[in-house]
């Protein structure tokens, strides 16, 4: 969510806060934060092919950038609150606002049950909590099917509750597990709001969360054993959002203004295997997408001829797979690479499907500072085109 | 068959002079005398805190022979895997930052003061302000 000057400073207010009550209480404080700088450019003749995320990307574009601050304290072995703000810019989204990235209280009571409140992260695929920590990967993008960077600032965390826990057995290994239930910030300036207006086809359009409910499984095999370093994972999520359009031209029989409800379904079965110093791994997303439309609404926009509500209904209702696999090698301490396949596949819709090849490099040049280079070779219904990033990151 | 035999012998004396003989370490007043694989795997991935009924903290060297050795032969993850851990820990707000040390002394010396400290140095280095701790 885009915060008003007001809530900036409360934020603000918020950290400090954190800050100067651990110092007071002496009490097990830790803070963190992160700096990082992206260029991007695409190439093949490709001014037509920049996304609604990073327009003008063929000129060379600096407008990548994010700033995070947080901080946490154990009040008590079971008890820790924190909370961390971002600022970013990104393409055309961002601007950067000063926001709440995360920030909630953790009771764990056991090992089996935690529980946490506020604005906490939420696990849909096994990289959608730590979508922020850029220094805790190789890549600089994650595969743009499943984690697609123009959703990343309201996807990653859900105003509401967790409840988490494991369960832990020496020859079974470890099951994580996450229940969560919220709601979502969706910023003003996203993609669905605008495009809810299309081209003046409506005058206005609204997208707002509604609810959020996912669960999220995460299976590691058990130490020492011969699937040691296996990960598997299942997720699922219900989104629900209100949405509405408007006309100020209104039409006899049909009213000016339509509101309704959106839907989306998402399904995510994640595997990973680390051995020492290479990693592999690969997930697959089903996304259900569209709007929840009576049929007698449909035939009266129909009956008088408003194409704009048949290519709107059209643009909205998606049926998604999504998947890749990936392949990490950490060649020196200092030096990993990375090669990743990913596809997208609308079903009905095969005229936007591509497939895209990474890869990636990395290099730490002490601990706290790292640069990335990627290139990203796509083909899709128009030809291949490739975007280059370069990254450097400050981290403390 | 033989030369094959000595080289694989030699290797092995070479690379155990490299890394050394790595051992758990707790404070004397801690206790500890004891842990599962899979409890040490879980407290150094930030997921547990206790060994039994009592409650740890981990703490790491900061790098070198030793350090890679225990992420090696421990963990078996490199270094830079485990730090990556950490970082997505702390960066999401469930845990915080491990404490790192520079050297085995400031290692011994830290967990013999701290009865919640669980570490690790080369078993040449120990001295009588710590204990071992036994994997089982």
Same mark, same amino acid.
């Given at each position: ?21 651990? =110092? ?16 991007? &450019? ?32 154990? +009040? ?5 609150? %924190? ?27 056991? =090992?089996? +049950? ?10 849909? %695929? ?34 509401? *509750? ?15 597990? &996450? ?12 993609? !669905?709001? =605008? ?41 699922? /999520? ?10 100020? *031209? ?14 989306? /379904? ?18 697959? !997303?089903?996304? &259900? ?12 926009? &129909?009956?008088?001829? +408003? ?5 709107? $209904? ?58 990335? *280079?990627?290139?990203? #070779?796509?083909?899709? =219904? ?10 450097? %990151?400050?981290?403390? | !068959? ?8 030699? +290797? ?20 500890? @005398? ?13 997921? %547990? @805190? ?9 703490? !790491? ?21 485990? /730090? ?16 790192? $040390? ?11 003061? #701290? ?8 078993? @040449? ?12």
């Amino acid at each position: 969510m885009l915060l008003e000057r007001k809530n900036k400073v409360f934020l603000i207010c918020k950290l400090s806060v954190l800050f100067s009550f651990s =110092e007071v209480f002496c009490l097990d404080f830790s803070y963190n934060g992160a700096l990082t700088q992206t260029y991007l &450019q695409t190439t093949g003749n490709q001014s037509d092919k920049d996304s609604t995320t990073f327009p003008n990307t063929d000129e060379g574009s600096w407008k990548f950038t994010e700033m995070l601050l947080g901080g946490s304290f154990e +009040i008590n072995e079971k008890l820790r609150i %924190g909370a961390q703000a971002i600022s970013r810019v990104y393409g055309n989204y961002g601007n950067y606002d000063l926001s709440l990235d995360w920030g909630y209280a953790d009771y764990r009571h056991n =090992e089996y +049950i935690g529980l946490r409140l506020g604005k906490v992260k939420y696990a849909l %695929g096994i990289y959608n909590e730590s979508r922020d920590v850029d220094s805790a990967r190789t890549s600089i993008l994650l595969s743009q099917g499943i984690y697609d960077e123009g959703n990343r600032s309201f996807v990653t965390a859900t105003n509401g *509750a967790s409840i988490y826990g494991s369960f832990e057995k020496d020859k079974f290994g470890v099951l994580d597990y &996450q229940f969560t239930l919220g709601n979502i910030d969706i910023p003003k300036d996203f993609v !669905m709001n =605008e495009f809810l207006g299309i081209n003046g086809l409506w005058d206005s359009g609204r997208f707002e969360g509604k609810w959020l409910a996912g669960m999220h499984l995460e299976y590691s095999a058990p130490w020492g054993s011969k699937l040691d370093g296996l990960k598997l994972g299942f997720s699922h /999520s219900e989104f629900r959002a209100d949405a509405g359009i408007t006309t100020d *031209a209104p039409i006899p029989n049909v009213p000016a203004n339509y509101d309704f409800t959106y839907d989306i /379904s998402t399904t995510i079965f994640s595997v990973e295997y680390t051995q020492y110093k290479y990693t592999l791994g690969g997930e697959f !997303m089903f996304r &259900q997408l569209g709007p929840d439309v009576p049929d007698n609404v449909i035939s009266n926009y &129909q009956a008088v001829n +408003i194409t704009a509500w048949d290519i709107l $209904l059209d643009e909205l209702t998606r049926d998604q797979r999504a998947y890749y696999l990936f392949g990490a090698y950490q060649v020196t301490e200092k030096y990993s690479a990375q090669l990743m396949w990913s596809s997208i596949d609308h079903r009905n819709r095969s005229e936007s499907d591509s497939d895209i090849y990474t890869l990636s490099h990395r290099y730490d040049w002490t601990e706290n500072i790292v640069t990335k *280079a990627e290139y990203h #070779h796509m083909y899709d =219904e128009d030809g291949q085109w490739g975007l280059f990033l370069a990254r450097i %990151g400050y981290t403390f | !068959m033989n030369k094959n035999y000595f080289l694989i012998v030699l +290797i092995f004396i070479l690379s155990s002079s490299c890394f050394g003989d790595i051992v758990l370490i707790a404070s004397k007043a801690s206790g500890i @005398k004891s842990i599962s694989k899979s409890e040490l795997v879980s407290i150094y991935s930030g997921r %547990g @805190k206790r060994i039994g009924s009592k409650s740890v903290k981990p703490v !790491m060297l900061k790098g070198g022979d030793v350090h890679e050795a225990f992420c090696k032969i421990f963990l078996k993850r490199s270094p830079s895997s485990v /730090s990556k851990i950490w970082k997505k820990l702390v960066f999401t707000g469930k845990a915080s930052m491990i404490k790192t $040390l520079s050297d085995e002394a400031d290692m011994i010396r830290q967990v013999s003061s #701290h009865s919640e400290y669980l570490g690790y140095v080369d078993r @040449k280095n120990i001295n009588d302000d710590v204990v071992i701790v036994e994997v089982r």
